[in-house]
């Protein structure tokens, strides 16, 4: 069955390139001028015909077009306001005169559509044709002067042109029309033309009806026949009445190819490139209107979040175009057990989102359970390659308590979240009262008042003391941290704002304040540089991938008055063994500035040892989960005992944190640890202050030596 499926997306794939070769084709080679305007009325791209006709020098691409030279007087204006009313949703239809330098003066007959099906979105494309009616004008004007003449161009003009009575019959056709519908004249006369309409398409004279008020005796309209092979063909119709015979002349101009343009670009507009399913603009527009919908007739939907687990394996050991293909296969999986009149969509990257109306919340749990069996019982297949899928799905309930369309996202964003903290391939249904949701929501919160104390400069400098176990030492060894003060003075919890930067790409941010202020301050108290042995500064796994960052880190360490070798960056192990390659590149040029480095939380990785000798590292500091019980836990002693054992084979320093007690520091002692750090050794404060403290030669708060640190315990 997953042979068939991916021969089935093989031949998806060809297809779709045929697809897109024939739209290319036909925006290009049609015969109708077709342009597409930006949404302030700029030509982003217009096909042959169109350039053919203008002329390519009238042609400007750094104005709206109708500020163009080739439009009669007070052409311009009226093409404007037909723009704006065509963004507002309007279709607009008229006829202008246009002065080609090539072909001298043309009438036009001028449309405009908005091809972005989101109507609240400004920002949509305005799909822009224009007809060249000079000869039909001539035309119709020759059939009122001659009726010879007009039977002559009637029977040869290239548009469809019918004659019917009051009872729609048709009383008339033209050889052009008899060949485009595929009948032949004596099959088309005596009928109805209703009965060669595709649908239920309104009669010529109920058009005439319903727009009897209209200054002008012609009425168009786009309507699709039925041709010989049951097959649809638009046409588009121009009506006009001729009194003479009481008779409607039916004018119609072949735009199947215009209509296949449209439908291919709003396709486009409205679906994902690669699955084929709905994309994010379309989802964010359908899930307002469930909400609403929701509200207003208490009908209960089910929102689903689901982010594949892991996904960024397949692309790093398969490629980017595997990665495709997985996604593909993701969504016909996703398709097969879609409940009916659901909205299935891609919303980018390994995301995906689906809306089940009439979900009850026993329902909402049984089809998320049944999306990871589903995807948890399929394999996927790459040259030689076997992957299997798990996804983490956030669920949340639209009822009568849902709020603004972000807020109901943003929810069951978090709902996913949870799901992965708890372990990944589950589900996690989102409750007002779940308290883990409400820290992740709170962490929400916290990224504009991230922003705002960046923008004011809110963030503080604190430092904890390091100290030297084994000897004695008059320097100052310390830690930077970073706190974060609100609007009414209080310090913000760092497990919170913390969190928050990571999981929505702000660490970076503050890394670079806590960089910039950290190397400011020391190089304006010369009194501290001096006594400075070294000054240990985090950096978030984040800022390490980020090569804006990178580049402003290097700068502001060649250029600063500190020296390198005064500074040391710490990461934690996690990031580092995340983005191996990223972080050994990284930590290379570093240390040739100067700078030593030191991989934090060591051990929590578990795989640590096998990547330690890779990694160019001066200092590891030993993960406090295993320190904080070595007095009364053997196996944590072991521990803390080999990683120190092994760092010091490697020519590396340790530091032992959550330093709490004596009994740990002692036994740190014992192990020959370099350095402890904790509450034992003191307290963050902030970074004048506890340099003030550490350079009293007598601190009765911040000891100076082991012995006086386990003295004061005492």
Request: glycine residues 6%.
């Amino acid at each position: 069955m997953l042979v068939v499926t991916i021969r089935q997306m093989r031949r998806s794939d060809v297809e779709l390139s045929r697809s897109q070769a024939l739209f290319e084709g036909v925006f290009d080679q049609s015969f109708q001028h077709i342009g597409i305007l930006d949404p302030s009325g700029i030509l982003v791209s217009g096909n042959l015909a169109l350039q053919n006709m203008i002329g390519h020098g009238q042609i400007k691409y750094d104005r709206p077009f109708w500020r163009w030279s080739c439009w009669q007087q007070g052409g311009g204006e009226t093409l404007r306001q037909a723009f704006v009313r065509a963004k507002m949703g309007q279709i607009s239809s008229f006829e202008i005169e246009l002065k080609s330098r090539e072909q001298g003066v043309r009438m036009l007959e001028l449309g405009f559509k908005a091809i972005d099906l989101d109507d609240n979105d400004e920002g949509g494309l305005i799909l822009f044709e224009a007809r060249d009616i000079t000869v039909r004008r001539q035309t119709e004007e020759k059939l009122r002067d001659s009726e010879v003449g007009y039977r002559l161009l009637y029977e040869n003009q290239p548009v469809m042109l019918l004659a019917v009575d009051q009872q729609s019959r048709i009383q008339s056709v033209n050889q052009f029309a008899a060949d485009l519908l595929g009948y032949s004249k004596r099959e088309l006369l005596g009928h109805k033309v209703t009965d060669f309409y595709f649908g239920d398409e309104t009669p010529p004279q109920q058009v005439m009806a319903q727009s009897s008020n209209e200054a002008t005796p012609v009425w168009r309209r786009e309507l699709r026949y039925r041709n010989a092979k049951g097959r649809a063909v638009w046409i588009r119709e121009t009506i006009r009445f001729m009194p003479s015979n009481l008779q409607l002349l039916l004018v119609g101009e072949d735009i199947s190819d215009n209509q296949e343009l449209r439908r291919k670009l709003e396709f486009q507009a409205s679906h994902d490139y690669l699955t084929h399913l709905f994309n994010r603009n379309y989802f964010e527009s359908e899930l307002e209107r469930v909400i609403t919908l929701s509200a207003e007739q208490h009908i209960d939907y089910a929102l689903f979040y689901i982010d594949l687990d892991q996904f960024k394996v397949i692309n790093d050991t398969a490629g980017h175009e595997a990665g495709d293909e997985a996604l593909k296969q993701v969504a016909l999986l996703l398709s097969g057990i879609a409940p009916p009149a659901s909205i299935l969509a891609r919303l980018g990257g390994d995301e995906f989102a689906m809306l089940v109306p009439d979900c009850t919340p026993a329902r909402a749990k049984a089809l998320g359970e049944l999306i990871l069996e589903t995807l948890g019982s399929n394999e996927f297949f790459w040259r030689k390659n076997r992957f299997n899928f798990s996804a983490s799905i956030g669920i949340r309930l639209i009822d009568q308590t849902a709020g603004s369309p972000q807020q109901v996202h943003a929810q069951a964003d978090t709902a996913c979240y949870a799901a992965k903290d708890e372990g990944r391939n589950r589900l996690h249904i989102y409750h007002p009262d779940d308290e883990e949701l409400k820290r992740r929501e709170l962490e929400m919160v916290y990224v504009n008042r991230i922003h705002d104390a960046l923008d004011e400069k809110r963030f503080e400098l604190y430092a904890q003391q390091i100290l030297p176990v084994a000897q004695d030492s008059s320097c100052h060894h310390y830690e930077i941290l970073v706190r974060m003060r609100d609007r009414n003075g209080e310090m913000a919890n760092p497990g919170v704002f913390l969190p928050s930067a990571e999981r929505y790409n702000l660490a970076h941010l503050i890394d670079r304040y806590v960089i910039e202020h950290t190397l400011a301050w020391l190089a304006s108290a010369p009194q501290a540089l001096a006594q400075l042995e070294l000054c240990s500064i985090n950096l978030s796994g984040q800022s390490m991938g980020n090569g804006d960052f990178v580049g402003f880190l290097e700068s502001a360490l060649r250029t600063s008055a500190v020296p390198a070798e005064k500074i040391c960056l710490e990461i934690t192990e996690t990031a580092a063994i995340g983005n191996l390659s990223e972080a050994i590149s990284l930590f290379a040029r570093l240390k040739q500035i100067g700078c030593q480095i030191a991989l934090d939380d060591f051990g929590s990785g578990l795989s640590s040892f096998g990547y330690l000798k890779r990694i160019p590292v001066d200092i590891i500091k030993i993960d406090g989960m295993f320190v904080r019980d070595i007095a009364k836990d053997e196996m944590d002693l072991a521990m803390v005992k080999a990683i120190n054992d092994l760092a010091k084979t490697m020519g590396k320093k340790t530091v032992a944190e959550f330093v709490e007690g004596p009994e740990i520091l002692a036994q740190l002692a014992k192990l020959g640890v370099d350095y402890a750090q904790g509450y034992l050794i003191g307290k963050p404060c902030p970074l004048p202050e506890l340099v003030a403290s550490l350079s009293q030669q007598y601190s009765p708060t911040v000891p100076q030596t082991p012995t006086e640190v386990l003295q004061s315990a005492d």
